[in-house]
């Protein structure tokens, strides 16, 4: 039988208890991340369809203007 002492039991409950909760906490906050990126960049940034110049938009959701050419730009989907 194997002899174990209770502070090495201690240290390696604590031990897993901590790596849980960091594989935890960077699955949840890598999902999120990557989740509130592509929304972000999918409603910010616009292509101008006449001149392709690409700008930033966060006022107008389905239709914007282009700042360059003055064009309109609708939102694909
Ligand atoms: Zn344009």
């Known amino acids: ?6 502070s ?4 390696l409950y604590v031990i897993v208890s ?3 909760i960091l594989f935890l906490w960077f699955f949840t906050e890598f999902k999120n991340r990557s989740r509130v990126f ?12 006449i001149c392709a110049y690409t700008y930033v938009d966060s006022r107008h959701k389905n239709l914007s203007i282009c700042p360059r050419c003055g064009s309109y730009n609708k939102k694909e989907s």
Do not use: D, G, N
């Open 38 to 49: 592509k929304i972000e960049s999918e409603r910010l940034f616009w292509q101008c369809s």
């Open 18 to 20: 901590v790596v849980i």
């Open 1 to 6: 039988m194997i002899a174990i002492s209770f």
């Open 8 to 11: 090495c039991v201690w240290a």
